[in-house]
């Protein structure tokens, strides 16, 4: 334990208040992958959807950390979330101001460790960072697909990560991830179970729940509602549907919070005044927080995206499409980590639960920890000094 | 206890799934208080808002059941929430299909017992059901008000309420009211201690969330960003802000249910057919469930009102007004029914314990409820049994 809290520096004890002084810290400090390159590798063939779509040429964007050993079995894929992409770890120019979205955990010496793994991010099929998406150009027309695009599911993107994976030569790797990224970490050890070594699943589930999906159906709605969405065709106008974009992560904001976070973070405390002013500008520091992530998000990400990987989230139902959970897993040939946060209210630690109960029941090898944390959902990029003593832990038997 | 069994019927006990059929019952059954005409009485005077700005001439719209006795002692105020009006119970006219808000409180022999009780009930200022609000007709221009309109506070409406109470002469009487409605009873028993006997605060607080602000701002945002909200200005153009609004309805919903009664209401059930269909149709009952929410609402609601009211929520703070929840109440008068619901996590059991606590503290009469129930926030609204044991019990020493 001596390590870690070396690593974790006393600028972390602190947490969430700080989070964005330590961001700023210097790109070559020891415990950082340094500067790293977002990579492109084009895929000619055609890959079959879970829709029966042939669907291709495709491109994908990945990032890598670490160095691939010769034996090709030190390979650990990290896999992210709605809103993340490839570049997890590091920094893409000595400019860059924060690193990537799991740098906390991505790193010499740290809970990934890049001195032993190979890590592996790619940003994933659907998305705006790099991978085919409805904003990509369509060879076929010569224009963005937009809402030509097919509809996709999380066996989708995994499918297509594992293109990834064969043009790097990997045949046994660790999976590992949060959120929507758990999703994907589930459907690689069910799909490809003679290539998983171990499965991390952090703040995750097998099917989302109805408040999960009533949440991103109002999202969507904010977004189709957008008279400037026009049908998803607005990339040539260069009018995207901002503001239905804004409210859909406004939503998203809340639910990744725990309201005990939200109460610490901003509580009933005004903007940059003292009364109420009576208008309807911001009053509130929770008010000014919200219309700045709903607009910072809208430079940063595409609707017609936002779209498509919510409805591949809702589509997620591993019990149904297997029969059952302990069905789904039966071949599975990995361990497993999973972890929850019990202030997460969007993945309820009940539905990791759920999962370890199952893969108990068919003697798989299981490790679940449900972490103490004020700080909900988000936890998952956020409490990485308790994740990183637990995943460390768990990786320590991997040879 | 044999009388609520009888009046409650049978057909109450399949809960929630049933409830439309329920309310299809006939207006002239013997619980019911039949049919009444809603009122108007129009205020010449202005009324000081907490603002500073002296604001008329008003109309207030109300109803009544029950009749007033001679002394004028036996007046008991219900206060509606959000989306309510002054139709509290029976039905407006004989096709009407649907009784009023709380018809299931509110008759003869029910917990609001209409032969005891003179029930009134009025719609609040910055409605749109009848009270001046928004959308009335400011009579110095001859057009809507829009955002012209004042904002305002909780204590506003009480302060037009009383105007009503003076009117019809009552001078002491009880007040209950379920989430917003609580908010003004407690206005009501603090700024008139000498007036209110009782107060029925239900799934209320003393002060909203960061949390609960936070899902209003998004609601507001919905709107203002709508094209067609025009800054206020959309009642000459029959033009209003429905997406917007239909939105911000949409996350309304999803707060007033919780997790378990949305599972049991929808899980992931797909709407009218067997297999996804991989498109962005509403393929989940859920999704469908809120889009009628959401464009229902639209018919019956303005949107300047929804944000002029949502305002007025946030704005309400208790403890911070008067210094502290015991330094408000210590003058009141009246012994209290404090409701809370296990399963309400937008005004959360704890927030109705803290109002208890400080009652206690400063010796008032104070019985305290948490009642265990899937239905969430609206559990207000279709609890009723359990609330009418509770409501009865409290009424019961009442003269």
Known sequence: MQEINAISSDSHL??????????????????????????????????????????????????????????????????????????????????????GWWDDLIGPGKAFDTNKYFVISSNFLGGCKGTTGPSSINP?????????????????????????LDFLGIEKFIVAGGSMGGMQAIEWTINYPEMIKSTIIIASTSRLSAQGIAFNEVGRNAIIYDPNWNNGNYYETQTPPSSGLSIARMIGHITYLSEESMHEKFGRRLQDKKDLDFNFDVNFQVESYL???????????????????????????????????????????????????????????????????????????????????PYGHD???????????????????DK
């Not at 895929?43 to 879970?50: G, Q, S, V, Y």
């Not at 809402?147 to 499918?159: A, G, L, R, W």
């Not at 019990?319 to 946060?341: C, D, E, H, W």
């Not at 936890?379 to 038997?397: C, D, G, M, V």
């Open 291 to 373: 219309r700045y992530q709903g607009k910072s998000f809208v430079d940063r990400f595409d609707a017609n995206s936002y779209l498509y990987i919510t409805k591949a989230m809702d589509y997620f139902d591993i019990p149904q499409k297997y029969g059952s959970l302990m069905k789904a897993f039966k071949n599975a040939k990995s361990k497993f980590l999973v972890i929850s946060f019990n202030s997460d209210w969007l993945f309820p630690s009940s539905q990791s639960k759920e999962i370890v109960k199952a893969l108990m029941k068919i003697d798989k090898e299981v490790t679940y920890c449900e972490l103490d944390t």
């Open 14 to 99: 602190s947490g969430i208040r700080f989070k964005m002084d330590i961001k700023q810290e210097n790109y070559n400090q020891s415990n950082s992958v340094g500067i790293v390159d977002t990579q492109y590798l084009n895929i000619e063939d055609k890959i079959k959807l879970e829709n029966g779509i042939d669907f291709g040429p495709l491109t994908i964007a990945y990032e890598t950390y670490g160095e691939l050993n010769k034996t090709k079995d030190n390979a650990l894929l990290v896999l992210h979330a709605l809103s993340g992409d490839a570049h997890a770890a590091g920094y893409n120019s000595p400019e860059e101001k924060k690193p």
């Open 379 to 397: 936890a998952f990029l956020l409490e990485y000094e308790q994740q990183t003593k637990i995943i460390k832990s768990f990786l320590k038997e």
């Open 140 to 164: 076929e027309t010569g224009k963005p697909y937009g809402t030509s695009f097919p509809v996709i599911t999380i066996e989708d993107m995994v499918k297509l990560q594992k293109k990834l």
